[in-house]
Every structure is written in C-alpha cells, then in structure tokens.
C-alpha cells in the first residue's frame, strides 16, 4: 500500500471513529437535548488541548453477532487535556454507540485512562451517558465495572475525582460516580438510580417518573446525592471548569493561586450591622461570605441541599478555601442528620486535598425530635465532629452569633484543633441558648415576671463571646466590618501549617 493510501486509511478510521454510532444516532442524541461525548468534550477542555486515546479499540465479543457490529472507540472517548492549562484526564461515554454501554474493552478504555491520571498526578473527570453494562457481554461487563470501583476508592484522596451524569446512568454503573468527589447532573436530562420506575412498580407498588426518582433536581434536593446541577450540558461543562480551578492535581499540591485583585484591607461596613438585634430573626449567611470572599465569588456546592448549613468554595487573596458554614435563615441554622452528613463529607475533600478551611458558625445547636434521634443524629453528628477534628488544613472559625451546647464545640472550635477563632461581638457562646438554661436551672421555681429577669440577666452574663474571650477559646473578638482582612491574616498565618495525626491504618469515621 503507498504511503499516500495508508495515509488515507488513516484519516478515514479517524473520520469513522470520530462519527460515534453513526449521524442517525447524534441526530437522536441532540433531539434529546443531549450533545456527544465529543462535543462535551471539546466544550469542558481548553481548546485544541484534547489528546485522544484508544481511539480505534473495539470490542471483542462475537455472542448476539456482535462481530458483525462494531465501531471505533466502542462507545467510550478517553484521553487527557487541559482546563485553564492544567493537566486533566477524562473519558466520556458516548451514548450513540450501544448507548453508551459498558462494554470490557470500554472498561479497558476508562481503567487506562484512571491508571494514568493516578501515575501522573492529575484529576479525572468522568463524563457519563450510559445504558449501563452491555448486556451482549454479560459478566464480563461487570468485571469492567468493579475494575473501575476498585480504581475509584484506591483514588480517593489522592486524585480529584468529578462526575458528570449526562444521560442515563442506572443499576450498579451509579457507584462509579458514587465514590467520586462531586458529582453534576443536568435538568430533565440525565438521571440516576439502582432500580427504574418499572422495577419499583412491580416491587413496592409505587409509580414515580423516572425524573421524580432520580432526575437533577430529586438527587440535588432530595437525596444529596448530587452536588451540582446545570441547566444543559454547556453549562455543566462551564461549571466544571469554574470547579476544577479551586482544586489542587492532587493531594501532595496546593490548590492553584489565582491574582486576586480585591483590595486585601476592603472593609464592609455593612458587616457591623448585619447580624440583627433580635436574636431570634434569621439574615442570611450568604450575604457574609459573599461580602467578604475575593471578588463576591462564592462557589457553592449542593445549594439546594440541607439549606440549613452552606458548602463552597472561594479565594481569600487569591488562594482557594473551603467554606462550611451555618444558615441561620433556614431552620435557624441547626445541625441536623443532613447538615451534617453534608458538611462533614466537605470538610474530609478539603482536608485531603491541602485546603484550607474556613467556617462561619451561627448554630443554636442540634434539631430535637425522635425523627431525628430515630435517624441517628448521634453518629450523624459526630461525622462533622470526626471531620472537623482529623483534618490537618488550616482551620479559620468566625461566630457570628450563636453557638451553643455540642454544636459550639463541633463547628471547628478551638478545642478540637481550629487554629484561629474569632468572635463577632454579637456572639453568643454558651451552653444553651437562655431560656433553656433558665427553665432548666429554675424549673417551676419563679413567676413569669422573674422568669424573665433571670433570661435577661443571663442573656447579659453569658450570651457573649466575652467569657469564651477571657479562657482562651476565642482568640479575637473583631469589628465585623475587618472580616475579610481579619481573615486573610489568619489564612496566611496559617499558611505553612505542619500538623500530623497520629500513624494509623485510617480512623474509624462513624459512618
Ligand atoms: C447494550 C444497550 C444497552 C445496554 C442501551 N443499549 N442500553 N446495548 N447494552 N445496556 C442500546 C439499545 O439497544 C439501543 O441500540 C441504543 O443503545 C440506544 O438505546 P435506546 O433504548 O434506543 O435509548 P433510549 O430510549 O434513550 O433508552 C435508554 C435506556 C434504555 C433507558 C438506557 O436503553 C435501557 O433501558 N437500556 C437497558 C438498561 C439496562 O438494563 N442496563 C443493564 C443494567 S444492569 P440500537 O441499536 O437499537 O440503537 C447494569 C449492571 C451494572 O448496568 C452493574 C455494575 C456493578
């Protein structure tokens, strides 16, 4: 064959490999208001920073006449590229060839590609869009999956790991995605669960829509599943992108420094006013952090989950953070079973990933009620405890105002390890909040009048942060207008912290 023809073969495998399952089925793809692998792709990475691998593997079965069909990178695009210049691997199942379906020569495709971004330190992100294992294969198919799960958890800590569900994703192909660090779906599009509509009708007599039961919006606000959630698939591609700039390649680098051109001495007088007078009246967190973060921009992951605490990232002079913090105008800010599970499993990304946390506390403490002690708030509410207490980063705490009992200690005190706290002046840090201190103290001991003057007496005395100033426990109590400069100085303090835990197998995280 000339050089010409081979040249020639080439570029016609290409073509081929590059056309998926072929026009008909894109067609199919875009009516559904989904794009290609590729085209998610091209949108997620830099341009022209894509390099493809596996491009021409094919898979090996003959059963159900499989060899008669066959096409060019069977159903799965793997390779690596760049996002803001930096190093990321990602495969992205293509949903035209078998629809997407896990083949062993597809699992082959994403095992090589994990082992590669392990090997060079580098995150992975997955693009999914799966009818899940190819059932012409059978068991083989499983293998493939479980080879990826093992490759999952041995990742974990070590490597970001992102998911995008894109498409469908069911049955055992969830827990790839499961045990990666934030997982994205988009609306109406894409879904997720161990068993379909038609399986639950049959079992439990139930019916639900597919999108009740494991669409964007069920697994963002309902199970927490999910983490982030986009419109269409161009703007969770854009979202992870924004994502992937708050994160460091892996868990021995920093997260990159961005020039941070928000003055580092902003003051926000709006601050010294902020928290209202009436303890009882809710604000809202949101409008804190963002007065205070680099440019206004907050990142927030699972924003419409377990509202009553707030998760997300931010820069604080151009160095990324994680922010955990209360939300006093939702359910008052108390800690509850999905707060904590929440918070505590961002706190463990952050801390295995160098980054710094910092936590705004306004809790009054844990939700009463036997839901929730039937539920298990104890071990529940002791991972955010666990969490807090292990992680090594840099621990910057600012209360607000309440916080009280448990949650005081819990929300990154002094105590278990925070290596700066600082008090507004409206804190209030005690045991309990004053009139469950009084009714408890004085039960059915004094007149309503009375009643009264000892809360207020109390409220006086110790619904402060002066007595936690005086021990120690706070280390500043601050204008709240200085917040942002307070808190840069403590992040760079802070900066070079060597703190080591105890050498062990690994905790035993009350899961
Ligand atoms: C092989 C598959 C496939 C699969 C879809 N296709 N799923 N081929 N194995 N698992 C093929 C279809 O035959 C079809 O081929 C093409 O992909 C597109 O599928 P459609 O059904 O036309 O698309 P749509 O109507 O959008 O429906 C998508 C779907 C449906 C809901 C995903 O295809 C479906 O229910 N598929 C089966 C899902 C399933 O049961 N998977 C196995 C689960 S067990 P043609 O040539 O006709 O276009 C599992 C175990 C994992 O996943 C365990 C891990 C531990």
Redesign the pocket.
Known sequence: MSIEKKIQQLEENNRLAELGGGVD?IKKQHA?GRHTARERIKELLDPHSFVEIDKFVTHRTTDFDMDKQKYLGDGVVTGYGKIDGRLVYVFAQD?TV??G?LSRANADKIVKIMDLAMKMGAPIIGLNDS??????EGVES?GG??DIFYRNVMSSGVIPQISAVLG?C????V?SPAMTDFIMMVKNTSYMFVTGPDVIKTVTHEEVTKEDLGGAMTHNSKSGVAHLMAEDDSQAMMMLRELMGFLPANNMEDPPVKVCTDSLFREEDSLDTIVPDDPNKPYDMLDIITKVVDDHNFFEIQPYYAKNIIIGFARFAGKPVGIVANQPAVLAGVLDIDSSIKAARFVRFCDAFNIPLVTFVDVPGFLPGTVQEFGGIIKHGAKLLFAFAEATVPKITLITRKSYGGAYDVMSSKHIGADVNFAYPTAEIAVMGPEGAVNIIYKNKLSEQERQTVIDDYRARFASPYKAAQLGYIDEIIYPRQTRTKLIQALEMTQNKVKNNPAKKHGNIPL
Do not use: E, N, V
């Not at 009818?131 to 012409?136: F, H, K, L, M, S």
């Not at 069911?170 to 192909?173: K, L, N, R, T, Y």
């Open positions: 089925k559904a949903f078998f629809g379906s009818g899940g294992a190819r059932i012409q499983l999956y479980a469908p069911a049955g055992g192909a827990y």
